[in-house]
């Protein structure tokens, strides 16, 4: 019962964190001249659109149940960097859009988290003020959790492609020769709980200062 209880509070915070993120790579893509995201019909906040059964659902859901940082991911956003003006620095603005967007809405839920939170127990408070807090306080940790946890520098995270925009072009093409591995090191990282290490500590701070 009180995994489902989580669950219902994480749900919609989740979903939307994982799809304003996507969608603003694709907007800041359209932004800087490559329409690919746009043609596919990925610029909707329609879950239908994005949802990755694994990365969307399962994966949050298993992290939740086992009391470890939520995230998840939906399905990438096409971009063509070859198209983006102002190339590299194109490609770092396009990856920097999805972290910062969670950064937003972090922001955002703690803002409005300090309206609810008075009339709890008040006079006026109304019915769905606390279940209201319950999800505006997990959407802080949650779009910390995304926008830290994107921004490790490792590919095929955005952290990783900010990387091989900032190094010199000879050191960025070995980098990115390391993105086919990308996601069996994100495993492996995750299964020693070597990432934690690194994130934790700063999800920690940024939620403790919104909070």
Do not use: C, Q
Not at 79 to 101: D, Y
Not at 183 to 199: D, E, H, K, P, R
């Amino acid at each position: 019962m009180e995994f489902i209880l989580e669950v219902s509070i994480a749900a919609v915070p989740i979903l939307f964190a994982i799809i304003a993120h996507e969608v603003m790579h694709g907007v800041v893509a359209r932004w800087l001249g490559d329409d690919t995201a746009a043609r596919a019909g990925r610029l909707t906040l329609n879950p239908v659109s994005h949802i990755d059964p694994f990365g969307t659902i399962i994966l949050p859901a298993f992290l939740l149940y086992l009391h470890l940082p939520v995230f998840g991911y939906a399905k990438p956003v096409p971009v063509n960097f070859s198209r983006l003006r102002n190339g590299r620095t194109g490609m770092i603005e396009v990856a920097a859009a999805g972290p910062l967007t969670n950064f937003a809405l972090a922001i955002a839920s703690a803002v409005a988290l300090r309206f609810v939170n008075p009339v709890l127990g008040g006079p006026g408070d109304h019915p769905i003020a606390l279940p209201l807090s319950y999800m505006l306080n997990a959407s802080v940790f949650i779009n910390v959790v995304l926008a830290v946890f994107n921004l490790f520098p490792l590919l095929p995270l955005d952290g990783g492609r900010v990387v091989a925009g900032l190094l010199p072009l000879p050191a960025a093409r070995v980098f990115a020769r390391l993105e086919p591995y990308g996601f069996l090191i994100l495993l492996l990282l995750l299964y020693t709980n070597s990432i934690y290490v690194v994130i934790e500590p700063v999800i920690k701070a940024i939620a403790r200062m919104l909070l």
